[in-house]
């Protein structure tokens, strides 16, 4: 059986509202998706699946590693992590098996990505640049449209990018439906109409690039996968240890294998999917992985998981620890620190107009309350986005109240689910060895920061007869070699976009056994996830060996 190929495509921040979710979440029949709504027709929806973190760089970090950010480190949005030395990229586990892996563009995981873990990661990366016909790829795809800075640009950016869509197409500020969570004022349901409208122009994008896998005559051989980091860039979801913050749309197609319109209901994490594209390649993993193949080599279910775990820490300036398990009807959340509020100060949302009028109106209300009046602008569902503190732990039946309104700890009759549930999230917090607990000052220190961060093991590097080969000592550290010298290339998108710092160089090949060698010099390094690229060997060959 030869090895199939992945299309693995991402958005960022949306829950899965999707034309194919309708009543499955609440507001997705607003979704006019019809790209994503044939995928799922074509192949499976999983319809609880979630993300590890209501945030994007540890949710991405458990996506690529196939491990919880609470077990490697990477649980804090904007962290230089240092994950254990048996953490790879499952992108590079495939590259070294003969895959041709890209990525486009995006990468946040919370550590650098080292050149070792595709074979083109920029803005141009595609599957069309593989060396031949049959070698098999992994090409990921990651699109920004849907991002929450995009929900929140000044008008004339937003119109320029809805420019595609008809006046029919589009759902109209008064015409959305809100969540009981969010106050119904103008600057929501212009978020709201943007979010929806922002998704039909993602659902484009999607169809663009599943036009061009049938371009190609590959759509028979590709297994396509989208998938979405975390919840809407909205109060109450991003961010947020909430059903909403963590629950994803997950849509998947293997022609021959997969049974068209299929769905699955038991719950599922985002990091399944590293074991689950490891196991259709045929591929085994690096090291063991805290994830589960959602199917095998032929395309059969495998057995589901009971629970789903998710954990909320610090966002950036915004320092709180949050843990939480969902079975596939409760929700079950655990809070380390419930005497901060949900929506602590943070710089970067701040800026966002729902956020200054969430703030706005809780401010209104004190006045009121400070005059002797009723305060009544919030109801309770939105009034605790904004509380001073909130409850040690809550239970919610999703079935019945997906929107979390009514807390069922304390109720006699959901005492056993409590008691599981709590049980459950004890064990898995002790399982994985809970980095999240620990004073962050300290973690770091274990790490190392700046020029006191370990460097990668130089490579041992021979050339006899024309051949190079290189060692290292260190299992954990991958070697690449290039003929073109270290160096980065431009800026790639996301630091233009958000101002983050990245670090890629040009692409480098990954060293899997000896070279021969087509050119005079040639340079080989070495990369360990959270250190320091090793100093780089340059080998200058003598004439008559190369």
Same mark, same amino acid.
């Given at each position: 059986?030869?090895?199939?190929?992945? /299309?693995?495509?991402?958005?960022?921040?949306?829950?899965?509202?999707?034309?194919?979710?309708?009543?499955?979440?609440?507001?997705?029949?607003?979704?006019?998706?019809?790209?994503?709504?044939?995928?799922?027709?074509?192949?499976?929806?999983?319809?609880?699946?979630?993300?590890?973190?209501?945030?994007?760089?540890?949710?991405?970090?458990?996506?690529?590693?196939?491990?919880?950010?609470?077990?490697?480190?990477?649980?804090?949005?904007?962290?230089?992590?240092?994950?254990?030395?048996? @953490?790879?990229?499952?992108?590079?586990?495939?590259?070294?098996?003969?895959?041709?892996?890209?990525?486009?563009?995006?990468?946040?995981?919370?550590?650098?990505?080292?050149?070792?873990?595709?074979?083109?990661?920029?803005?141009?990366?595609?599957?069309?640049?593989?060396?031949?016909?049959?070698?098999?790829?992994?090409?990921?795809?990651?699109?920004?449209?849907?991002?929450?800075?995009?929900?929140?640009?000044?008008?004339?950016?937003? !119109?320029?990018?809805?420019?595609?869509?008809?006046?029919?197409?589009?759902?109209?500020?008064?015409?959305? *439906?809100?969540?009981?969570?969010?106050?119904?004022?103008?600057?929501?349901?212009?978020?709201? *109409?943007?979010?929806?409208?922002?998704?039909?122009?993602?659902?484009?994008?999607?169809?663009?690039?599943?036009?061009?896998?049938?371009?190609?005559?590959?759509?028979?051989?590709?297994?396509?996968?989208?998938?979405?980091?975390? +919840?809407?860039?909205?109060?109450?979801?991003?961010?947020?240890?909430?059903? %909403?913050? @963590?629950?994803?749309?997950?849509?998947?197609?293997?022609?021959?294998?997969?049974?068209?319109?299929?769905?699955?209901?038991?719950?599922?994490?985002? !990091?399944?999917?590293?074991?689950?594209?490891?196991?259709? %390649?045929?591929?085994?993993?690096?090291?063991?992985?805290?994830? $589960?193949?959602?199917?095998?080599?032929?395309?059969?279910?495998?057995?589901?998981?009971?629970?789903?775990? *998710?954990?909320?820490?610090?966002?950036?300036?915004?320092?709180?620890?949050?843990?939480?398990?969902?079975?596939?009807?409760?929700?079950? $959340?655990?809070?380390?620190?419930?005497?901060?509020?949900?929506?602590?100060?943070?710089?970067?949302?701040?800026?966002?107009?729902?956020?200054?009028? /969430?703030?706005?109106?809780?401010?209104?209300?004190? !006045?009121?309350?400070?005059?002797?009046?009723?305060?009544?602008?919030?109801?309770?569902?939105?009034?605790?986005?904004?509380?001073?503190?909130?409850?040690?732990?809550?239970?919610?039946?999703?079935?019945?109240?997906?929107?979390?309104?009514e807390n069922l700890v304390g109720s006699p009759e959901h005492g056993a689910k409590l008691a599981?549930?709590?049980?459950?999230?004890?064990?898995?917090?002790?399982?994985? +060895?809970?980095?999240?607990?620990?004073?962050?000052?300290? /973690? @770091?220190?274990?790490?190392?920061?700046?020029?006191?961060?370990?460097?990668?093991?130089?490579?041992?590097?021979?050339?006899?007869?024309?051949?190079?080969?290189?060692?290292?000592?260190?299992?954990?550290?991958?070697?690449?070699?290039?003929?073109?010298?270290?160096?980065?290339?431009?800026?790639?998108?996301?630091?233009?976009?958000?101002? !983050?710092?990245?670090?890629?160089?040009?692409?480098?090949?990954?060293? $899997?056994?000896?070279?021969?060698?087509?050119?005079?010099?040639?340079?080989?390094?070495?990369?360990?996830?959270?250190?320091?690229?090793? /100093?780089?060997?340059?080998?200058?060959?003598?004439?008559? %060996?190369?």
């Amino acid at each position: 059986m030869s090895r199939p190929n992945f /299309l693995f495509i991402s958005t960022h921040d949306i829950n899965p509202h999707l034309g194919t979710y309708a009543g499955i979440w609440p507001g997705a029949e607003q979704a006019r998706t019809p790209n994503l709504d044939r995928l799922a027709a074509q192949g499976v929806r999983f319809d609880q699946a979630f993300s590890a973190a209501p945030i994007c760089a540890p949710s991405r970090s458990a996506v690529f590693t196939g491990r919880y950010p609470i077990s490697t480190g990477t649980m804090h949005m904007r962290s230089a992590a240092v994950p254990p030395a048996d @953490v790879e990229l499952f992108s590079e586990t495939l590259r070294r098996s003969g895959y041709y892996t890209t990525n486009n563009w995006f990468t946040d995981v919370n550590f650098d990505v080292p050149p070792t873990a595709f074979d083109d990661c920029s803005a141009t990366a595609h599957w069309r640049d593989r060396p031949t016909r049959e070698t098999p790829f992994f090409a990921a795809f990651h699109g920004m449209t849907t991002h929450e800075s995009q929900i929140y640009a000044p008008e004339e950016r937003l !119109q320029a990018a809805l420019a595609a869509l008809s006046v029919e197409d589009r759902v109209r500020p008064e015409d959305v *439906s809100l969540p009981p969570y969010h106050p119904d004022t103008e600057s929501f349901r212009r978020a709201w *109409s943007a979010y929806l409208n922002l998704i039909t122009v993602m659902d484009m994008w999607v169809g663009d690039l599943l036009s061009q896998l049938e371009e190609d005559g590959l759509a028979e051989e590709t297994i396509v996968i989208f998938w979405s980091d975390h +919840g809407a860039g909205m109060p109450g979801a991003k961010r947020w240890a909430s059903e %909403a913050g @963590v629950r994803v749309p997950l849509i998947m197609r293997w022609p021959e294998h997969i049974e068209p319109g299929s769905v699955r209901s038991e719950v599922v994490e985002l !990091q399944d999917l590293a074991a689950t594209v490891l196991t259709m %390649a045929d591929v085994q993993p690096a090291a063991p992985l805290e994830a $589960t193949p959602l199917y095998d080599r032929e395309g059969e279910v495998l057995e589901a998981r009971k629970y789903a775990f *998710s954990a909320r820490d610090r966002m950036v300036d915004d320092r709180d620890t949050s843990r939480t398990v969902r079975d596939e009807r409760f929700r079950y $959340t655990r809070h380390l620190h419930p005497d901060r509020p949900w929506m602590q100060y943070s710089h970067y949302p701040e800026r966002f107009a729902t956020w200054r009028n /969430l703030r706005e109106l809780r401010y209104q209300e004190a !006045q009121l309350t400070g005059n002797g009046e009723q305060a009544l602008l919030l109801t309770p569902p939105q009034r605790r986005l904004v509380d001073s503190h909130k409850e040690p732990e809550e239970l919610f039946d999703i079935l019945h109240d997906p929107h979390q309104t009514e807390n069922l700890v304390g109720s006699p009759e959901h005492g056993a689910k409590l008691a599981e549930l709590s049980a459950a999230l004890d064990q898995w917090m002790e399982r994985t +060895g809970d980095l999240g607990q620990l004073a962050e000052d300290a /973690l @770091v220190e274990t790490w190392g920061t700046g020029e006191y961060r370990p460097r990668a093991e130089a490579p041992r590097v021979r050339c006899e007869g024309g051949e190079l080969t290189a060692e290292v000592s260190d299992p954990s550290v991958s070697i690449g070699w290039s003929y073109e010298p270290p160096g980065r290339r431009d800026p790639i998108p996301l630091e233009v976009i958000l101002g !983050q710092r990245m670090t890629f160089e040009h692409p480098w090949n990954l060293y $899997t056994g000896p070279i021969t060698l087509t050119e005079r010099t040639v340079w080989v390094r070495t990369w360990r996830l959270g250190y320091q690229p090793g /100093l780089p060997v340059r080998l200058d060959v003598p004439s008559e %060996a190369a």
